[in-house]
C-alpha cells in the first residue's frame, strides 16, 4: 500500500525558509515522477513543482519560481521542497503526490500547513 507522509510545516515569518520533506513507502519511489501541490485557505489546488525519476528535471509554477527548490533522496524514498523567501500567499496545506498515468497524481499525502505570517 502506497503511504506519503509530510512533515516539515509550520508559522514562519515572511521572507523566512522552511524545508518540506515526504517520506514515501509501499513503492518503488525511484520508478515515479513526483508533485508538490498546495491549497490555500478557501481556494482550489494549485501545482507547486514536479520532479522526474532521479531529480535530474524539476519544474515550477511561477508563483514559486526561484524561491522554492525540489528535490529528492530515492535512497531514503525522500521527496522535498526548500522553500525559501517566504510570502503570505504561500499559505497552504502543502501535499506530495505520485504521478501516476497521464501526468495525473494517483496518491496524496495527508498534507502540512505552511503559514506564513508576521
Known amino acids: 500500500q502506497v503511504q506519503l507522509v509530510e512533515s516539515g510545516g509550520g508559522l514562519v515569518q515572511p521572507g523566512g525558509s522552511l524545508r518540506l520533506s515526504c517520506a514515501a513507502s509501499?513503492?518503488?519511489?525511484?520508478?515515479?515522477?513526483m508533485y508538490w501541490v498546495r491549497q490555500a485557505p478557501g481556494k482550489g489546488l494549485e501545482w507547486v513543482s514536479a520532479?522526474?525519476?532521479?531529480?535530474?528535471?524539476?519544474y515550477y509554477a511561477d508563483s514559486v519560481k526561484g524561491r522554492f527548490t525540489i528535490s529528492r533522496d530515492n535512497a531514503k524514498n525522500t521527496l522535498y521542497v526548500q522553500m525559501n523567501s517566504l510570502r503570505i500567499e504561500d499559505t497552504a496545506v502543502y501535499y506530495c503526490?505520485?504521478?501516476?498515468?497521464?501526468?495525473?497524481?494517483?496518491?496524496w499525502g495527508q498534507g502540512t500547513q505552511v503559514t506564513v505570517s508576521s
Open positions: 503526490a505520485k504521478v501516476g498515468s497521464w501526468n495525473s497524481p494517483d496518491y
Open positions: 509501499g513503492v518503488t519511489f525511484s520508478d515515479y515522477w
Open positions: 520532479i522526474n525519476y532521479d531529480g535530474g528535471d524539476t
